[in-house]
């Protein structure tokens, strides 16, 4: 079974410049999170959608940051502007109907110069 | 409130070894405790996970302890090796009624296992 995958995984862009995530979950995965990892961090969900809907997205900074899943399944994550605070590692997880396991991506190293 | 303490930051063990990780929380309504690992490059993967309706999980060489009262649970890793080294982080989520639930991770420690 593939798991999680997402691209690119490495990213570097200048600051003010826009910047896009992709991320495809494990087929019949209906739950998709994106999670911010900082450096020497734990995980901080920016969103979690349940199939194409947005459910929780208390955390993500609305004025630049923008995610949708369309059809439910591939989920995009954009920034625009980017700012020198948003260089991080960028997580995809998904995870299936009623169980608790999320499955990670190997995440999107992005730097912002 | 939702914050989840993890200590220590990082942690050395010599080949053999017990190695123990451990986790705080306030939330009373968290009742799943995940353990993640994580090898650079690569993103968490789950470890083992207990709900406080049990004091202990043991799954190989990984066991969790759980501490109701104290609101506190640990990871012992038994028998160290040098692949175990990598980054564990331990979360937590509160009950939900069919969606899924929301993860609070800790910060993590960086075990590395001297051979």
């Known amino acids: 079974e593939a798991g999680v995958v997402q691209s690119p995984r490495y990213k570097i862009i200048e600051k003010k410049q826009p910047v896009a995530f992709w991320c495809n979950p494990i087929?019949?995965?209906?739950?998709l999170y994106w999670y911010l990892q900082n450096l020497g961090q734990g995980p901080e969900l920016l969103i979690r959608?349940?199939?194409?809907?947005?459910?929780?997205d208390s955390q993500l900074p609305k004025d630049r940051f923008s995610a949708e899943r369309l059809k439910g399944v591939d989920s995009t994550l954009k920034i625009q502007p980017a700012e020198l605070g948003d260089s991080a590692v960028y997580l995809c997880?998904?995870?299936?109907?009623?169980?608790?396991?999320?499955?990670f991506g190997p995440g999107t190293r992005l730097t912002v110069l | 409130q939702q914050q989840v303490k993890q200590s220590p930051q990082s942690l050395i063990v010599q080949k053999g070894g017990i190695s123990i990780i451990n986790c705080a929380y306030e939330n009373t309504a968290f009742d799943y405790f995940p353990w993640y690992q994580q090898f650079p490059g690569k993103g968490p993967a789950l470890l083992i996970a207990i709900r406080p309706d049990v004091s202990e999980k043991k799954e190989g060489r990984f066991t969790i302890s759980f501490n109701k009262s104290a609101k506190q649970f640990s990871l012992h890793i038994m028998d160290s090796q040098p692949g175990d080294s990598a980054t564990y982080f331990c979360?937590?989520?509160?009950?939900?009624?069919?969606?899924?639930?929301?993860?609070?991770f800790g910060s993590g420690t960086q075990l590395t296992v001297l051979p």
């Open positions: 087929s019949g995965h209906n739950t």
């Open positions: 997880a998904s995870s299936a109907t009623g169980t608790d396991t999320q499955y």
């Open positions: 979360a937590a989520g509160p009950h939900s009624s069919g969606s899924a639930r929301q993860l609070t």
């Open positions: 959608y349940e199939n194409e809907e947005a459910v929780d």
